[in-house]
Structures are given as C-alpha cells and as structure tokens.
C-alpha cells in the first residue's frame, strides 16, 4: 500500500519542499532589501552636512545708519572651522551732518542749501573670523571681520525729484573699508541668521559739493561718506 502510494507522497514532497523554499527565498530578498535600504539611509545621513560643514552661504543685509536705510547682499565660503572669506555689496544713502532739516506746517521737508543728495555703493571683500569657537555651543557664534575694496559714489541734484534727478546724476570713484563685530545664532542647519555692527570707512579727498550757504554762497564739500551700521543678515548655506 505504502509503495504503491509512493509516488504521489513523493510528488507532494517535492511540492511541499519547493514551496518552502520560494517562501524562504522571498523572505531572505525582502531582508536583504531592507537591509540595503537601512545601510542607505544610515549613508545619506551621514553626508547631510551641519551648517558648519557647509562651505557656501549667501546672505541678504538690511543696514541701519545715520545716513538712513540701505540693502545688500554677501557671499560667503568657508576655509577653515573659524575662518572665512566673503564678497560684500551694498547701496546706502550718505547724508552730510551739517544739513539743516525744516518741515513747514503742512509736513513738507525742507533742506535749505542742499545741492546734492548721495547714494554710496561698496563693493568689499574680506575676512571673518569665528571668536570663542571652544567656549560657546554653536547656536551662538560671534565673529570680527573686516573687508576692503572699491566704491561708487553717486551725486545727484537735491532739488530734484529723486527719480529724475538720476538722470543727471554723476559717478566719483574710491577705495574704502570697514570693520566689524557681530553673532550669527540658530541651531537650523540652513538657514542663517546674524547681526553685526560696523564702522564704514569711506573717504573721498577731492570732497563733493554738497551744501552752498545762501547768504555768502559758499559751496560746502563732503569728504566722509562713511560711519556706523547695524546689520541685519538673512541667508542660506549650501555645498
């Protein structure tokens, strides 16, 4: 009885053995699948970078001053865990201190005298050096820096509308720098943040008319366009 059954016990252990098997060998290519995607993911963590792993940065500058408000821009590339080197720009209004400002009674603002008004445009490269790296966690770096590099000065006609006066505005060259000590703060891996304040030096020695007294009609030159700013970064790092 048991040989004649044989071969149909035979057959349905083979079915049963190659069943197994296909079931035994899924498993294992779903383990090995998973795995592999584990061994993956631990790799792409590993290369995300920290923000201070990251080499890139650019940032865009709000700058408060006497002179009024201006904007700018920086590019930032890192060369060392505490040193980096940066491109600035930025357009600000210059003012001279010996203006007078009258408002009459309606609020229309007056400048008795004023014969140009002035838009100051440095564009400065540098270095900025992280300070007190070891003693403080890095949510709050402080830094110095300091930069040089060309300027446009541009003078325009004070009596005009702004806009048209442009027209016939004229350039004047210079040279100038500043320096500075600030804090980047955050603890995001992207997005930069920071405050700085800084001293503008920017001189031009052949002076620009800015004044004429109206009584003796003396024409009063400005050779310092620079001074103190308060700057605020927004940026992003990268790379």
């Known amino acids: 009885m048991v040989m004649?059954?044989?071969?149909?016990?035979?057959?349905?252990?083979?079915?049963?053995?190659?069943?197994?098997?296909?079931?035994?060998?899924?498993?294992?290519?779903?383990?090995?699948?998973f795995v592999n995607r584990s061994i993956n993911f631990q790799q792409n963590f590993k290369k995300?970078?920290?923000?201070?792993?990251?080499?890139?940065?650019?940032?865009?500058?709000?700058?408060?001053?006497?002179?009024?408000?201006?904007?700018?821009?920086?590019?930032?590339?890192?060369?060392?865990?505490?040193?980096?080197?940066?491109?600035?720009?930025f357009v600000s209004e210059a003012t001279d201190d010996r203006e007078i400002v009258l408002t009459d009674y309606y609020g229309k603002t007056f400048y008795p005298g004023k014969v140009n008004r002035f838009l100051l445009l440095p564009l400065m490269v540098g270095c900025e050096y992280r300070i007190f790296s070891e003693s403080i966690v890095d949510n709050f770096r402080p830094f110095i820096n300091g930069a040089v590099g060309p300027m446009l000065i541009v003078s325009s006609p004070a009596q005009d509308e702004f806009f048209?006066?442009?027209?016939?505005?004229?350039?004047?060259?210079?040279?100038?720098?500043?320096v500075g000590i600030g804090t980047y703060w955050g603890i995001n891996n992207e997005t930069l943040f920071g405050i700085s304040i800084k001293y503008l030096l920017a001189s031009y020695p052949q002076g620009i008319v800015s004044l004429e007294n109206p009584y003796t009609n003396q024409k009063l030159k400005l050779n310092e366009f620079g001074g103190f700013y308060i700057t605020l970064n927004v940026g992003q790092s990268f790379d």
């Open 48 to 89: 995300q970078k920290t923000f201070e792993e990251k080499r890139k940065s650019i940032s865009f500058e709000v700058l408060v001053s006497n002179n009024g408000i201006g904007l700018g821009s920086s590019y930032r590339l890192k060369y060392s865990p505490t040193l980096y080197g940066f491109t600035n720009f």
């Open 4 to 33: 004649k059954n044989f071969p149909f016990y035979f057959l349905f252990c083979l079915i049963a053995l190659f069943i197994l098997n296909f079931t035994s060998l899924a498993q294992l290519t779903n383990f090995n699948s």
């Open 164 to 178: 048209t006066s442009l027209k016939k505005a004229k350039a004047h060259f210079s040279f100038g720098g500043f």
